[in-house]
Nanobody, 124 residues
Framework: QVQLQESGGGLVQAGGSLRLSCAAS????????MGWFRQAPGKEREFVAA????????SYANSAKGRFTCSRDNAKNTIYLQMNSLKSEDTAVYYC?????????????????WGQGTQVTVSS
């Protein structure tokens, strides 16, 4: 079992920055892959970024490349999503997710555990 708790969402103006955090508890071994997803009203949940709990570089959606940075702090059992140059289209509920496995997947159905989500609103 993996329990996930996101934090850091809020309201920001376009061009601003936010950093989301996801604290994990329970199983946090090297075979876990962590992901960030988002869901805007009326839209499907979409992949943003993912990172293995142990080693390796993050993977990003095209919409996140160059603006978002996903990182991990193994000592704190926490992953982060630093979001810069935010746009109104980034407005969504952002979810942290975990899957058992080292393959980075972009499909939300591949993830086994989910946080409750945190709202990010970007005003234009």
């Amino acid at each position: 079992q993996v329990q996930l708790q996101e934090s850091g969402g809020g309201l920001v103006q376009a061009g601003g920055s936010l950093r989301l955090s996801c604290a994990a508890s329970g199983r946090t071994d090297s075979r876990i892959t962590m992901g960030w997803f988002r869901q805007a009203p009326g839209k499907e949940r979409e992949f943003v970024a993912a990172i293995r709990w142990s080693v390796g570089s993050p993977s990003y959606a095209n919409s996140a490349k160059g603006r978002f940075t996903c990182s991990r702090d193994n000592a704190k059992n926490t992953i982060y999503l630093q979001m810069n140059s935010l746009k109104s289209e980034d407005t969504a509920v952002y979810y942290c997710a975990a899957r058992i496995g080292v393959v980075i997947s972009k499909g939300p159905t591949e993830y086994d555990y989910w946080g409750q989500g945190t709202q990010v609103t970007v005003s234009s």
